[in-house]
């Protein structure tokens, strides 16, 4: 058999079966991938958070964009890999669906070029051609039946695929919307059905225009003008839809689908529901106008305001517009020319931040009133520009005015108490509690010692005194130290480098006694050497002196003493001075009975109208010699409302016994008066002739009698003040006698001396005379004045002193304030906290008292901040410390912030149960508060973990292990998931 060469198979022009085959394949794959991403998409679009449109509002609102994204570049890979492999499968099918057909195609050509084949084929030869076909069309039917049986399920496949996308796009929670070009709507899902309140029928065809505003549809669509496949979606914000239901803020994400061409196909929509976002912002914008915290940001940049609160309007009186119109000149406006320099520093310092550092600087500006007000303000670097420069700064200001107000108020109480240090003469200095150092001196003090300040600063006890009496004073010194008790020393014996021995009289003062470690000593000694010394020359003179110079003081409870009385009364009353220092009795037992009542009515009637006490009584002292004394004296109220007297008592035995002579025989009252040692005159009661004088009298007043006798008192000058002559011879024309009128005389040469006159008037060869007497009482009452005036000055030092050391007081309790209580929160600090826990826990050590700890922490406390921002991170803190302290009643309680975000509450005499019971109701008090918190992972509001220990403290624990079980706590109760409370269970004691 013969068969013919085979020909090259000519190319066919049709469009080739494999390319035919492979294109089903490949469509269903690209139907897949594209519904993967519009699902991721939507995934990414409903994870990701939202930016809030429109410019800024606030500056505390900080929203970002949704992540609306296109084809991933891992779906670019594996829709190309997909697309290769659908041809290379189609090619492969086609080669095999063919292969039977170009077997037939060569066979018949075979047996048209060899008719014999033919032949053959009708005679019934077997021939293998014919056998090859007959297989090969069986084979085809086979084929056609499976292509067939595939082409069926890849259908089904795809008709699932798009029920199941539908399905999908349907059940999303974004509104998802796809409109022509023009705006005309040609897919809505569930969401959007539900949003307008209508089915998608009656969505479907309709235009944005029948759902929008006129105003938002231009809004909305303006950007569509911007379309192109180098920008193919675009973000459209605060849009207000409108509908069946009520008004809802709709955030739309375009995305435009185009033509190879390049023309603009079909636009697919996303949408989210921003409203509860937008109500978010509009709150925190309230928040940021009504806090009473300036806030404000700056661009540095430009050096100008672009925001600020209106608080500034509350704080300096000018509106945030007027603040904005200054623009650069803001500051050197507004700024105290003395500060200015150094904003103008810290700003320059600030410009070269990172963002989120800050800056603190306290400075004067001038309010709208033209009163200059300090604030206090913190600047913190917010945004930074493309090229590296800070340019916007975010800052908050509060008005320290009157805490500044208080430092100079303070510094000037310090100033003053320093110039009353310097000024009185009392010695004062100061040294240090442990060293036992001279830390402060006075100009006394510098005098006392012989040096200057500046040496005698560091020095202590035996730099300055003898080695034995260094030691006794340092001793002394620890003793009441360790006391804390103050030490009056009544005399104290030094020797000065530049004075000499001098007496002092010392105090020595613990500083910070109390609850406190005395922290400082305080030395004040009054030089009291002079008045020593006229003490002792007034005891020696005293002692010389006829009679008793004494000080009588009736208490407020009607009781008697002599503070001070001369060695006469032993002669007088038979008693020793020391025997009625502290009370009178001894003396006034000794009176005559006969006399008693008269005295002490003598005395309560000069008590009560401080009138001079004059009086003579009888004294019947032990040794049974009855004697007649007279006393004088001069009364005076103190402030504590008891009557001192200061007066001179003598015995008048003889002269009474004169008087009683005289009245016996008229003979012998001529040489009584001529012989008497005091002065004594009479004078005619009518006219006020003298008619005789004693030698005393002459003596004391340097006359001789012919220039006496014969004239009137006014005549001879004997009187200094005329009305002290009117009112003797009042008292003697009414009274006819008087007895100890101090007054002041003048002797021949015009010297004034000072005595006590008493007269009485008497019948002398029948008509009424004058017989009077004088007792001069000028050196005793230059003492009595010298005395008082010492007296004074050093009372008045006294108070002076009284108040420095009340002004001391004063500021020392502002700043053990300032020092114990946190700034931001106003409870107490970390100091404050560990004080008071050593001073409870040694108090309750005493009585075996329970002591229960709570340590709290604010949960996720980090992501609050860089949710919110510091700021509002601040607030919060503010009212977490709050709620403690509203939670927290009694007064031995406390309340203290000891971290940044850590509080703790102290509660003595509170047992586990009980601290509990506290834990629970604040947990439940700031679930009430129900504070925000959407950056924390589970509760989306803030909230606290808590550490609970109790133990009855004692010698074999500490405070400090208390403090570390609380904490031991706390670490618990945030590994098992935080907003909860766990007990740290103590051993017995």
Known sequence: MVFRQKQPPTRSKRLPLAWVLSFPYALLILASLGFLHVWENQSRSQSGPILAGGPAQSPSTVLKAPKFQGSSPKIFWVAGLSVLGAVALGRGLSDWLLRPVKQITETCEDLAAEPRLIEDVLLGAKTTPIL???????????????????????????????????????????????????????????????????????????????????????????????????????????????????????????????????????????????????????????????????????????????????????????????????GGNLLPTICHPEDFPRIMASQAELRTLPVGAEIRIDYRVRDARGKWRWLSSRDQVFTCAEDGRVHYTLGTAQDITERKEAELRLQQAQAFVGAILENIPDIVYVKDAQSLKIVRVNQAAEKLFGQRREKLLGKNNFHLFPSAQADVLTRQERQLLRAQKALDI??????????????????????????????????????????RESEQRLTQLAHHIPGVIYQFRMRPDGSFHFPYASDGIRDIYSVRPAQVKEDANPVLDVIHPEDRERVYGSVLDSALSLAPWECEYRVCPPNGRERWVRGHATPRRSPDGSVIWHGYINDVTERKQVELALADSQAKFATIFQTSPDPMWTAILETGLCIEVNRAFCVLLEYEPEQVIGKTCREFGFWDNLADLNYFRQRMMTHNEIENFEVVVRTSARQAKTVLLSAKVQKLGGQ???????????????????????????????????????????????????????SLTGVANRRCFDQRLE????????????????????????????????????????????????????????????????????????????????????????????????????????????GITTEIPSAASSPSALLSRADQALYLAKEQGRNRSVVFESAPA
């Open 132 to 326: 090859e076909l007959a297989q090969l069309e069986n084979a085809l039917e086979e084929m056609l039946d499976q292509f067939q049986r595939q082409w069926a399920d890849l259908e089904a496949q795809r008709q699932s695929s798009q029920n199941l996308c539908g399905h999908i796009l349907q059940s999303q929670g974004e509104l998802i919307l796809r409109t022509s070009p023009e705006g005309r709507i040609t897919f809505a899902n569930l969401a959007v059905c539900n949003l307008w309140g209508r089915s998608l029928e009656e969505i479907s065809g309709t235009s944005w225009r029948d759902w929008l505003s006129s105003q938002d549809y231009s809004a909305l669509f303006s950007p569509l003008q911007r379309l192109s496949k180098a920008e193919p979606s675009f973000l459209a914000e605060r849009f207000h839809s409108v509908g069946v239901s009520q008004a809802r803020w709709i955030q739309w994400l375009g995305q435009g689908l185009f033509e190879p061409t390049g023309e603009l196909r079909e636009i697919q929509w996303v949408g989210r529901d921003i409203s509860a976002l937008k109500e978010n912002q509009h709150l925190i914008e309230r928040i940021t106008e009504t806090t009473p915290t300036l806030l404000y940001i700056y661009d540095q940049i430009e050096n100008r305001n672009i925001y600020v609160n209106r608080s500034v309007t509350d704080l300096l009186g000018y509106s945030p517009q007027e603040v904005q119109a200054m």
């Open 768 to 822: 009424d005379c004058v017989l009077g007497t004088l007792k001069e009482i000028t050196a005793r009452k230059q003492m009595e004045s010298f005395l008082l005036a010492a007296k004074e000055r050093a009372e008045l030092a006294e108070l002076e002193l009284q108040q420095a050391q009340l002004c001391l007081e004063e500021a020392n309790s502002k700043l053990r304030q300032l020092v114990n209580t946190d």
């Open 839 to 946: 001073q409870e826990w040694l108090r309750l050590q005493r009585e075996r008292q329970p002591l229960s700890l709570i340590v709290l922490d604010v949960d996720y406390f980090k992501k609050y901040n860089d949710f919110y921002g510091h700021p509002q991170g601040d607030r919060c803190l503010i009212q977490i410390a709050q709620a403690l302290s509203s939670q927290v009643t009694r007064s031995t309680d406390l309340v203290a912030r000891i971290g940044g975000e850590e509080f703790a509450l102290l509660l003595p005499n509170t047992p586990l149960k009980g601290a509990e019971t506290i834990a629970q109701r604040l947990q439940d008090y700031l679930a009430n508060l129900n504070l925000p918190h959407l950056g924390a992972p589970l509760y989306q509001r803030v909230t606290i973990s808590l």
């Open 490 to 531: 009544a005399e104290e014996v030094v020797t000065s480098p530049t004075q000499g021995i001098r007496i002092l009289r010392t105090q020595k003062i613990p500083m910070g006694s109390g609850e406190d470690k005395p922290r400082y000593l305080l030395v004040i000694s009054q030089d009291v050497t002079e008045r």
